[in-house]
């Protein structure tokens, strides 16, 4: 196993940094990382917005939720689904408008977008933790996507997609055990066998509830079926639609 391998295998999700910045030439890196990563028909259609000024730091904090790794980090980069430029290109080209709506307004373009921008950001993750640092994904800034759009000016067709807090770590956190890996890897087409699942299902449910439990001292032992379901029992941003409507994405 190389060292590239043991790093990826080694993550989780880091929520205290020391209070240190980072440089411009490693924030230039892992930007330019998350360039490198694969871009469906060379679209790229993403746009990254690093947040230096504290002010705006404390305020997405408040929009994400509260929460304190948002504001105290060494660099906070927002990822934001990006339609606008192509709008952009073809008007260099002379295109009009209406010719390249429908395009832009289709659901295939949309998925475009989320796929390019999360490939970029997870190249940015992997190059900011060889460099030593610690990463959090931060999708609370969903919970006010309006004013977190307001906040950073996006135009039109532009959508905050999720925060990356990134920083040197204060301490480590512990590593969440994954889905056993026969539960989410199929030879050949999906396994159906649903009393195979549920086994897994079931073995990994007692691996979380044990977890837990030693994480908390016993006053957590929360199951992973459990807290899925209490997930699916309530919905969240089921205003999301009528928002990316409102930003020029109806989904045609």
């Not at 659901?107 to 190249?123: H, K, P, R, S, V």
Request: aromatic share 8%; with cysteine.
């Amino acid at each position: 196993m190389n060292d590239v391998i043991k790093m990826v295998l080694n993550h989780r999700s880091i929520r205290s940094y020391l209070d240190k910045p980072l440089t411009e030439e490693q924030i230039k890196i892992i930007v330019q990382s998350a360039q490198a990563a694969a871009t469906s028909s060379y679209v790229q259609a993403y746009s990254i917005i690093g947040i230096k000024n504290q002010l705006q730091k404390d305020k997405l904090a408040e929009l994400a939720g509260n929460q304190a790794y948002v504001a105290k980090n060494g660099h906070f980069f927002v990822f934001c689904l990006d339609l606008h430029r192509l709008e952009i290109a073809a008007e260099i080209e002379g295109a009009k408008p209406e010719t390249i709506e429908l395009t832009l307004n289709s659901t295939e373009m949309f998925m475009i977008g989320l796929i390019d921008t999360a490939l970029a950001a997870q190249n940015a993750a992997i190059a900011a933790e060889s460099m030593g640092l610690g990463i959090c994904y931060i999708g609370g800034l969903r919970n006010q996507l309006k004013a977190v759009t307001e906040l950073l000016q996006l135009p039109k067709r532009v959508i905050p997609l999720f925060g990356l807090s990134v920083g040197y770590p204060a301490n480590l956190s512990d590593q969440k055990p994954r889905l056993p890996l026969l539960s989410v890897y199929h030879d050949d087409g999906y396994n159906q066998d649903k009393e195979q699942l549920m086994e897994y299902l079931h073995t990994y449910d007692q691996e979380i509830s044990n977890y837990y439990s030693e994480r908390t001292q016993g006053a957590r032992s929360e199951r992973w079926t459990e807290a899925m379901t209490k997930l699916l029992q309530n919905p969240k941003r089921l205003e999301m639609k009528q928002f990316l409507k409102d930003n020029k994405i109806p989904l045609e």
